[in-house]
């Protein structure tokens, strides 16, 4: 009888040992971005400045290849440290389409496997979610991290159907990733206690439900609750330090100036496992109980003049990290803009599979491209 009742016990806390998730340290964080890659005004050391406090930011509104090298590169320059990118195939109608991407800290997090764009076969989403799984290499444990943006439309209810959805792509989401902490997050343009999220939260939780997280035209005033993070429950017990980031007060620059060059939308950061946020990050709503934020030695610190004119109308502060490329003129033949190796900050920065050489000048406007905006 002792030894039945030793046997049963044994077995109870071997089940419940393996029921608890191991925690895998990183920081994490998801960002709509506002149309990365599209005009003059986007300042990325000002995005490099407050996504450099993360090790893998989700990146919503990818509007080319370009946006997302010259963020990437203004996080190697910020931080002196190399960071990969992982991007889905760009999504979306005929007239407008942008991209999911993740990036990554190198010496933190690198990319295990599964990049995949949900398989949508009954076509409800106008931006099929993107997801991956990742390792931490401060201990080894996978994770599993996905990205949406659901459609604005003209009302409320143009978004519902894809929220609805969601309750599906969850479920997907656990058979391609089966047993590992799964973390949804991105823009919803809903808040997360709209009813059309039931599906979803019948199956996962919403780790953000206070404050807001787009910008009004008010410094100090946030106006709607879009941005968030759905977590199963072995994501939800490695999660600590959740909120939505005031970078206006990070950066200290006003609301207007930020929407215009950064970006309409606050970014929503976390902490997994042992791992702390920076003290340079500013809180606007932090969600839950003790969700104290502790300074790590590899967080950026300073919030120096990345918002100053010249950072914040152009790349003029990346030309240094540029790895200038053989030819004298060099198109990017998905958005037909030339760059010139001689005061064209952009020259070095295209993307391999995007790079066109041309002979010179003259070559490059004969093949209907034309002059990059921020050359001198």
């Given at each position: 009888?002792?030894?039945?009742?030793?046997?049963?016990?044994l077995?109870?806390?071997?089940?419940?040992?393996?029921?608890v998730?191991?925690?895998?340290?990183?920081?994490?964080?998801?960002?709509?971005?506002m149309?990365?890659?599209?005009?003059?005004?986007?300042?990325?050391?000002?995005?490099?400045?407050?996504?450099?406090?993360?090790d893998?930011?989700?990146?919503?509104?990818?509007?080319?290849?370009?946006?997302?090298?010259?963020?990437?590169?203004?996080?190697e320059?910020?931080?002196?440290?190399?960071?990969?990118?992982?991007?889905?195939?760009?999504?979306?109608?005929?007239?407008?389409?942008?991209?999911?991407?993740?990036?990554?800290?190198?010496?933190?997090?690198?990319?295990?496997?599964?990049?995949?764009?949900?398989?949508?076969?009954?076509?409800?989403?106008?931006?099929?979610?993107?997801?991956?799984?990742?390792?931490?290499?401060?201990?080894?444990?996978?994770?599993?991290l996905?990205?949406?943006?659901?459609?604005?439309?003209?009302?409320?209810?143009?978004?519902?159907?894809?929220?609805?959805e969601?309750?599906?792509?969850?479920?997907?989401?656990?058979?391609?990733?089966?047993?590992?902490?799964?973390m949804?997050?991105?823009?919803?343009?809903?808040?997360?206690?709209d009813p059309?999220f039931?599906?979803?939260?019948?199956?996962?939780?919403?780790?953000?439900?206070?404050?807001?997280?787009?910008?009004?035209?008010?410094?100090?005033?946030?106006?709607?609750?879009?941005?968030?993070v759905?977590?199963?429950?072995?994501?939800?017990?490695?999660?600590?330090?959740?909120?939505?980031?005031?970078?206006?007060?990070?950066?200290?620059?006003?609301?207007?100036?930020?929407?215009?060059?950064?970006?309409?939308?606050?970014?929503?950061?976390?902490?997994?496992?042992?791992?702390?946020?920076?003290s340079?990050?500013?809180?606007?709503?932090?969600?839950?109980?003790?969700q104290?934020?502790?300074?790590?030695?590899?967080?950026?610190?300073?919030?120096?003049?990345?918002?100053?004119?010249?950072?914040?109308?152009?790349l003029?502060?990346?030309?240094?990290?540029?790895?200038?490329?053989?030819?004298?003129?060099?198109?990017?033949?998905?958005?037909?803009?030339?760059?010139?190796?001689?005061?064209?900050?952009?020259?070095?920065?295209?993307?391999?599979?995007?790079?066109?050489?041309?002979?010179?000048?003259?070559?490059?406007?004969?093949?209907?491209?034309?002059?990059a905006?921020?050359?001198?």
């Open positions: 009888m002792k030894k039945t009742l030793l046997m049963s016990a077995l109870v806390l071997a089940t419940a040992i393996s029921g998730a191991v925690a895998a340290d990183a920081r994490v964080g998801t960002w709509n971005t149309r990365l890659g599209n005009g003059d005004q986007k300042s990325y050391p000002a995005l490099a400045a407050v996504a450099a406090n993360v893998v930011l989700a990146v919503q509104e990818v509007m080319n290849d370009e946006g997302i090298q010259y963020l990437k590169l203004a996080l320059q910020r931080t002196r440290e190399k960071w990969s990118s992982l991007c889905s195939s760009p999504v979306g109608s005929r007239s407008y389409k942008e991209q999911y991407c993740f990036l990554s800290r190198d010496s933190a997090v690198q990319y295990e496997d599964g990049a995949v764009s949900f398989l949508d076969r009954k076509h409800v989403f106008m931006r099929e979610p993107y997801s991956a799984r990742f390792k931490s290499l401060s201990d080894g444990n996978t994770f599993a996905a990205t949406v943006h659901i459609i604005y439309g003209k009302s409320a209810a143009d978004r519902t159907p894809e929220l609805k969601l309750g599906n792509y969850w479920e997907w989401l656990e058979q391609v990733y089966p047993g590992e902490p799964i949804l997050m991105g823009d919803f343009n809903m808040p997360p206690s059309a039931e599906s979803l939260r019948a199956r996962a939780i919403p780790m953000v439900t206070d404050g807001a997280s787009t910008l009004s035209n008010t410094s100090g005033r946030f106006a709607n609750l879009y941005d968030n759905f977590a199963n429950q072995s994501a939800r017990s490695m999660m600590s330090g959740v909120g939505i980031v005031n970078y206006p007060a990070m950066l200290k620059v006003s609301h207007e100036d930020g929407r215009r060059a950064v970006s309409d939308h606050a970014p929503v950061f976390f902490q997994l496992g042992k791992a702390r946020l920076g340079a990050v500013q809180m606007a709503y932090s969600q839950g109980p003790a104290l934020l502790h300074q790590v030695v590899n967080a950026p610190a300073r919030i120096d003049s990345v918002f100053s004119p010249r950072a914040s109308t152009g003029g502060a990346l030309s240094t990290a540029s790895n200038t490329q053989v030819g004298s003129v060099h198109g990017n033949k998905n958005s037909h803009i030339y760059h010139l190796s001689s005061g064209c900050p952009s020259y070095g920065m295209i993307s391999e599979k995007n790079l066109v050489e041309f002979s010179s000048e003259a070559e490059a406007i004969a093949s209907n491209y034309r002059k905006g921020n050359c001198k």
